[in-house]
């Protein structure tokens, strides 16, 4: 395992961190405060190489590597101070670009992959509903043939980019009373029949990006639409996803994390209180130590993760729990602490921090809660299976 960083690769980091600073930033204050979505910023990311970035170049995507696509998410989201466009990102190119990558067919690639590589349209994935999201196999959307089609009903909730996708991945049942050995995933467009966005759902954070409930009425899709195998979409899907999610997906965490304790650390250089910088007192000195080391093992965590999906081998359930646990909790812990040493101005929207804090709350309930993630550890180190 060798997690260097060449000077390629740190130009990557750079370029991103650039684009997102000079292109996202600037705006984030306002497009938070109105929970507006600017469908220019997303053109801008993509005709920078950031949305395509782990797709092939003959699918219009630039090609990056798990790890490279990491340090691209990490450098944006230090560079734009917008978790919400990250996650959006995420949504897009990892929970629906990916699952049609590795399982799609030749037709389903070069539909759907150029457009999404090229910022024209932007994907979401449906899993959870309103009663199903950690134990997510006991979904009550499902899926008829009838002829040449599929039939769709049921609800998906919590949907991030439900409201301007232009295609979903979508799990359904189609085998009932089999569990997750009867569930399919398919490709559903967002002018299908019976198609529908229905309410819109406002956050606590992440407010830069658009989340709704999804409904399927009665939902007409082709044949085709099916992705992978029938009846094993759910397992082959959700095992993809796993890896790349908490790799890529939490890379963004790490670049909020090195924001905030980067500004920690220049305001107790600055602020001077009881004749001295704040930061001469040991008490903020450590608050800063610990920020700093959670972001080191939070970095590795998710590298190795990536560089096991680099090797080829199968996602590692284990590393990408661990990664995920400690990477989301790190981040909460960490923008609370950098709003503790910037005091009042950290509890101000123009320093950034407070923002951080309410959008990394996400990260401990979203794509598996922390109590999910325990549990995997804890069977696995009991050795009392999955």
Same mark, same amino acid.
Request: some cysteine; charged content about 25%; overall charge neutral.
């Given at each position: 395992?060798?997690?260097?960083?060449?000077?390629?690769?740190?130009?990557?980091?750079? $370029?991103?961190?650039?684009?997102?600073?000079?292109?996202?930033?600037?705006?984030?204050?306002?497009?938070?405060?109105?929970?507006?979505?600017?469908?220019?910023?997303?053109?801008?990311?993509?005709?920078?190489?950031?949305?395509?970035?782990?797709?092939?170049?003959?699918?219009?995507?630039?090609?990056?590597?798990?790890?490279?696509?990491?340090?691209?998410?990490?450098?944006?989201?230090?560079?734009?101070?917008?978790?919400?466009?990250?996650?959006?990102?995420?949504?897009?190119?990892?929970?629906?670009?990916?699952?049609?990558?590795?399982?799609?067919?030749?037709?389903?690639?070069?539909?759907?992959?150029?457009?999404?590589?090229?910022?024209?349209?932007?994907?979401?994935?449906?899993?959870?509903?309103?009663?199903?999201?950690?134990?997510?196999?006991?979904?009550?959307?499902?899926?008829?043939?009838?002829?040449?089609?599929?039939?769709?009903?049921?609800? =998906?909730?919590?949907?991030?980019?439900?409201?301007?996708?232009?295609?979903?991945?979508?799990?359904?049942?189609?085998?009932?009373?089999?569990?997750?050995?009867?569930?399919?995933?398919?490709?559903?467009?967002?002018?299908?029949?019976?198609?529908?966005?229905?309410?819109?759902?406002?956050?606590?954070?992440?407010?830069?990006?658009?989340?709704?409930?999804?409904?399927?009425?009665?939902?007409?899709?082709?044949?085709?639409?099916?992705?992978?195998?029938?009846?094993?979409?759910?397992?082959?899907?959700?095992?993809?996803?796993?890896?790349?999610?908490?790799?890529?997906?939490?890379?963004?965490?790490?670049?909020?994390?090195?924001?905030?304790?980067?500004?920690?650390?220049?305001?107790?250089?600055?602020?001077?209180?009881?004749?001295?910088?704040? $930061? =001469?007192?040991?008490?903020?000195?450590?608050?800063?130590?610990?920020?700093?080391?959670?972001?080191?093992?939070?970095?590795?965590?998710?590298?190795?993760?990536?560089?096991?999906?680099?090797?080829?081998?199968?996602?590692?359930?284990?590393?990408?729990?661990?990664? =995920?646990?400690?990477?989301?909790?790190?981040?909460?812990?960490?923008?609370?602490?950098?709003?503790?040493?910037?005091?009042?101005?950290?509890?101000?929207?123009?320093?950034?921090?407070?923002?951080?804090?309410?959008?990394?709350?996400?990260?401990?309930?979203?794509?598996?809660?922390?109590?999910?993630?325990?549990?995997?550890?804890?069977?696995?180190?009991?050795?009392?299976?999955?």
């Amino acid at each position: 395992m060798d997690f260097r960083i060449t000077p390629q690769q740190h130009d990557l980091y750079d $370029a991103a961190r650039e684009l997102g600073a000079r292109v996202v930033a600037p705006s984030v204050l306002e497009r938070e405060k109105h929970e507006r979505w600017d469908q220019d910023l997303w053109k801008k990311m993509a005709d920078g190489g950031l949305i395509g970035a782990p797709f092939p170049e003959e699918y219009g995507g630039t090609g990056l590597s798990a790890f490279e696509t990491c340090l691209v998410k990490e450098g944006f989201t230090y560079g734009s101070l917008d978790g919400g466009v990250a996650l959006a990102w995420g949504a897009s190119s990892i929970l629906c670009g990916i699952p049609i990558w590795k399982f799609g067919t030749e037709a389903q690639k070069q539909k759907y992959l150029p457009q999404m590589c090229s910022g024209e349209w932007l994907g979401a994935f449906c899993l959870s509903e309103p009663n199903s999201g950690s134990d997510a196999a006991s979904m009550k959307t499902h899926a008829v043939k009838k002829g040449d089609r599929w039939i769709l009903n049921g609800t =998906k909730m919590w949907i991030t980019n439900g409201p301007i996708a232009n295609h979903f991945i979508v799990t359904a049942v189609t085998e009932p009373g089999a569990k997750a050995f009867g569930i399919s995933t398919f490709i559903v467009d967002a002018n299908s029949p019976g198609f529908r966005v229905g309410q819109r759902i406002e956050k606590m954070g992440m407010k830069t990006s658009l989340t709704s409930e999804i409904i399927f009425d009665d939902c007409e899709i082709p044949e085709d639409a099916l992705l992978g195998d029938l009846n094993a979409g759910f397992v082959g899907t959700a095992k993809t996803i796993l890896g790349w999610e908490r790799s890529t997906m939490l890379a963004p965490a790490l670049g909020g994390q090195r924001s905030n304790y980067e500004k920690a650390a220049s305001y107790a250089k600055e602020r001077v209180q009881f004749g001295r910088p704040i $930061a =001469k007192f040991q008490a903020l000195r450590h608050m800063i130590a610990d920020m700093k080391i959670r972001y080191e093992i939070g970095r590795n965590l998710i590298h190795r993760v990536a560089w096991h999906l680099d090797s080829g081998g199968d996602p590692p359930l284990v590393d990408a729990a661990i990664a =995920k646990l400690q990477v989301s909790e790190s981040s909460q812990k960490t923008a609370r602490d950098a709003i503790q040493v910037l005091g009042g101005v950290g509890y101000t929207t123009e320093y950034h921090v407070e923002r951080s804090w309410r959008d990394a709350m996400l990260g401990s309930i979203g794509a598996g809660t922390s109590e999910v993630q325990r549990s995997i550890i804890a069977r696995n180190v009991l050795e009392i299976g999955f």
